[in-house]
């Protein structure tokens, strides 16, 4: 049992170390802070990352891909919310993505929710339909003007 729990907690920080890489936040407060301070938007992406199959079609065509990760490095923190079946998460995360959820009145996923730095709803898409990467791009570069 303990070998057991020892893995799933080097596979969580594995997973958190992952997501920190690629410029993905767990912390909403910290990701409006750092908006704010380098004049971005804050992307969300309500997520269930290891069961909803719209989630990981939306992780695979847009969110790793080049163009979005480009575009995202100079104009959007990220913020992943996620919703996990399978997948090991702090009691604290949890609790947090499930008071931002309400907050935000997520009803289904993935919800991907884009602010201003003022914290202003600017962006809401439930679902995710097959978008294309660079059509998807395209939508989040006119929320900057």
Known sequence: MKKLALLLAVGFAAFQLSAAEAGW???FAKAQEKAKSEKKLVFMDFT?????????NLHKTVLIASEFTAF???NLVLVELDF???KPQSA???????????????????TVIVLDAAGKELF????YGGTP?????????????
């Open 72 to 74: 995202a490095k100079d």
């Open 48 to 56: 269930g990352s290891d069961w909803c199959p719209p989630c990981k």
């Open 92 to 110: 604290e995360l949890k609790a947090a993505n499930q008071k931002l959820a309400e907050r935000f009145k997520v009803e289904g996923y993935p």
């Open 124 to 127: 809401r898409e439930v679902g």
């Open 133 to 145: 990467v660079k059509a998807y791009v395209a939508k989040l570069a006119k929320l900057k003007k």
């Open 25 to 27: 936040m767990t912390d």
């Open 84 to 86: 996990p079946n399978n």
